[in-house]
């Protein structure tokens, strides 16, 4: 019998937001993924590192940091063959995931190989999504609100429309855009209802409405959500310095 | 100098997909609050039980169960005094929320009666828009993918209109209104990529194709994920009886 592959969500950062699930099954591990950049230190495992027992057999899967570009697919090719030979053993590989792994996550590229032949278990985490708006303190959506979801590299015409036509609406991978996203916002009347988080839920994070934000670009954990339809919009105190 | 007032999430209802910082706050509460309906067990109280400590007062929100309907005012006047009463003595109150508190979530009616006078923390949770899709083995979004979420209650010509303009789609709240959206689905050619979770992630979880679902009416707790743009769509053999 084949092993399982467990795509495991680990939340947006903060390892006490990982659910008690991700947490027993990272640490009863034997064999565990996750993607790493070509220098430095991989995001997802340093969220999972306090779990991971000692002696598990670890797989970075390499993808060169290129903001908005999808990753070769080439590295994931090599990856899945890498991790079937473990499932192919009967052992289970544990993939840890930033966020949820089937919420805009790399985790896809691991399943759409290998699902077809071998059992999958996907545990769901806490997104990025609701992370900013728990520090933006304010509802991301009530009643029979519409949400609508916005990659920042799409068009300024179509972010344009996909935002006058929801209540609530969240602007995800900001990075290199921020600026034109700004301008975009401004012209829009909506710059004085945007809060922008960046690395949420880190002891680095940085919480902002747009407006006061001076920055050109940000790094690509990072969000903008979109209160329409409410009066201005201002952080609590505790933000304000 | 008073309480704080948390608003926990809880995830999508199996125990194991609270976070660990859920069960920390939740374990070493005086206080904590939740919503319950006017007979039966509080759905929110179950989630949480098992790590409830013995002893701590208990602060049921009882909100008569119909559909559709939002609470009314007074309810939330009387729940808000009485959880002011508590904080002003500076004991903390610890609110447990299904999901996710900001995401569709009743605790917005105390954060907008009591969070200009108390210190507030949010604990954001697991929301059963991935707790679904998790379910149903398909990535929610991926890459530059636009997702909307739509509650099942708003009328045709609306809901039409938000799914023709995303990639992906989630209906939330189906419940009465699901032989209406099976039928609107049908007629824009979508039925067949669709599919249905009720209960996501516990024990009577409910995961079909839509297309194969019998039932005219739905709990509140379901959802239906849309996938566009992808070859006609089959649920894992295990899910298939």
């Not at 008690?20 to 969220?47: C, M, Q, W």
């Not at 960046?198 to 903008?224: C, G, N, W």
Request: aromatic letters at 8%; a negative charge.
């Amino acid at each position: 019998m084949s092993g399982t592959l467990y795509g495991i969500g680990l939340g947006p950062g903060d390892p006490e937001l990982m659910t008690l699930k991700a947490h027993r099954l990272i640490s009863t591990a034997n064999v565990v993924a996750y993607p790493a950049p070509d220098s430095g230190e991989s995001f997802a495992r340093s969220i999972a590192a306090s779990a991971l027992p000692s002696g598990v057999r670890e797989i970075p899967i390499v993808v060169p940091m290129r903001t908005d570009r999808f990753p070769a697919r080439e590295i994931y090719d090599g990856a899945a063959k890498e991790i079937a030979a473990v499932l192919e053993t009967g052992q289970d590989v544990v993939t840890l995931c930033e966020g949820d792994p089937f919420f805009y996550g790399s985790f896809m590229y691991l399943f759409e190989r290998l699902s077809d032949r071998f059992p999958i278990e996907i545990v769901p985490g806490v997104t990025s999504l609701t992370a900013c708006a728990a520090q933006l303190r304010r509802p991301l959506t009530s009643r029979n609100d519409v949400m609508t979801v916005i990659p920042g590299p799409l068009p300024d015409t179509q972010i344009r429309q996909k935002i006058d036509q929801a209540q609530a609406v969240a602007i995800m991978k900001v990075g290199r855009h921020l600026a034109r996203l700004k301008a975009l916002l401004a012209e829009m009347g909506l710059i004085d209802k945007a809060g922008y988080v960046e690395r949420a839920s880190l002891p680095e994070q940085k919480v902002h409405r747009l407006i006061d934000l001076d920055a050109e670009t940000a790094p690509y954990f990072s969000m903008i959500l979109i209160y329409k339809g409410e009066e201005a919009w201002t952080l609590p105190p505790s933000y304000s310095s």
